[in-house]
């Protein structure tokens, strides 16, 4: 299967560099992927912004995520 993320405002528009094509699609069976965004590693720079996040799946199960990035 596969994830996408998008990231969105508050009011659910999505962010420029955060959008659904910009986002690397993560394909596989794995609890450590990391998702990424083309111009964009991670969402440091949104840091105290309200966001939403929005998860495409195809064929795929999202368990849990953790915003931060940290390990």
Do not use: C, K, M
């Amino acid at each position: 299967g596969s994830i996408a993320v998008e990231v969105q405002d508050a009011e659910g528009h999505p962010i420029e560099g955060y959008t659904l094509d910009d986002s690397e699609v993560l394909y596989g069976d794995t609890l450590d992927g990391r998702i990424r965004w083309r111009n964009e590693s991670d969402i440091a720079g949104l840091a105290g912004t309200t966001v939403r996040f929005r998860f495409v799946l195809n064929d795929a199960d999202l368990f849990a995520f953790r915003p931060d990035g940290t390990d």
